[in-house]
């Protein structure tokens, strides 16, 4: 798969979960589900490295890409402080 094509295959996952997503009402975050993301996104940084070493950079971004955005997320819920 070329880098357009995961381009267009990310977007159009983007876009349907943005239309289809259900808003679930949750009063607190277990500490343990802040891990699972911090550890996801350690993985994700594993196969960004794993791509890059391959030669394959547009799946390397994108594994990295995912990674920063699993961070923020908990940066942008004040789960976490860091700057870029």
């Not at 891990?35 to 799946?59: C, N, P, Q, W």
């Amino acid at each position: 798969m070329n880098v357009e094509e995961m381009a267009s295959r990310y977007i159009f996952k983007t876009e349907r979960v943005l239309r289809n997503m259900i808003r679930v009402q949750r009063p607190t975050i277990e500490e343990e589900a802040v891990m699972e993301v911090i550890e996801e996104a350690k993985r994700y940084l594993e196969d960004a490295r794993f791509y890059l070493e391959r030669g394959m950079s547009g799946t390397s971004l994108a594994s990295v890409a995912y990674a920063e955005g699993l961070l923020d997320s908990l940066r942008m819920l004040g789960l976490l402080e860091f700057s870029w």
